[in-house]
């Protein structure tokens, strides 16, 4: 089992949904990354959290800890924010701390 | 502000070829470096990262290797290519390893062929 499951792994939904997406985690972290993956490959990194709720513009995201889970929302959604969606742990391995990653979702946004 | 390089973009190259991928951060000093691959239908993978000049360490055992030959400079390297090198490798860059944000490069997409 991987130490970041993301769920779904794709996701399809129509312009303006709300859209969802899990992460679960089973270790110790010190933050939570949300990555965003465009289809030329190149990442971008929308949020890093180790406790409660950040939002910036249409996206939001949660974790709880006691739970070892986040979410990532998407409000009102658009088909630019098709991409791939990271979930990344950061943990202390080997003394030093680094990421773990996810799968990834895949979402399409259709217009 | 700061900016992160990698290039080339995209590399086809034959098996037992070298390699060379370079990265360089610019805004910003001693950095720590990170080196990723994500080969098709998997996550990330971390295979190096470095928090000084000279300092490198390993992930994962592989035919490839890196260097820092200055502060913001990050070379990821093989002597000979494998099939299994083929990916997408990302460089990144953090101020620090703790709660500290990683920032990713464009990526260079490695066809081995």
């Known amino acids: 089992k991987n130490e970041v499951e993301q769920s779904p792994q794709n996701l399809t939904a129509q312009e303006g949904e709300f859209i969802t997406i899990n992460c679960s985690y089973s270790v110790g972290i010190s933050a939570l990354h949300w990555l965003q993956q465009h289809p030329g490959g190149g990442i971008v990194s929308l949020f890093m959290?180790?406790?409660g709720k950040k939002k910036h513009g249409r996206l939001i995201a949660t974790i709880n800890i006691q739970e070892k889970h986040s979410s990532l929302h998407i409000t009102a959604s658009h088909p630019r924010d098709s991409a791939v969606y990271i979930c990344a742990v950061k943990r202390r391995i080997q003394g030093a701390q680094k990421l773990v990653f996810g799968q990834g979702t895949r979402l399409t946004i259709n217009p | 502000s700061q900016t992160i390089h990698q290039w080339p973009a995209t590399l086809v190259q034959p098996v037992g070829s070298p390699l060379s991928l370079e990265c360089t951060v610019e805004?910003?000093?001693?950095?720590?470096l990170y080196w990723y691959r994500q080969a098709a239908g998997r996550g990330l993978q971390l295979l190096f990262y470095s928090v000084g000049i000279g300092q490198i360490s390993s992930e994962v055992p592989q035919n490839l290797s890196a260097s820092r030959p200055q502060d913001r400079q990050f070379i990821l390297s093989s002597k000979k290519l494998l099939l299994s090198d083929s990916g997408f490798y990302l460089c990144?860059?953090?101020?620090?390893?703790?709660?500290?944000?990683?920032?990713f490069g464009p990526g260079t997409r490695l066809t081995v062929t």
């Open positions: 959290l180790s406790s």
């Open positions: 805004g910003t000093s001693n950095p720590n």
């Open positions: 990144a860059w953090s101020t620090g390893t703790g709660f500290y944000e990683q920032y």
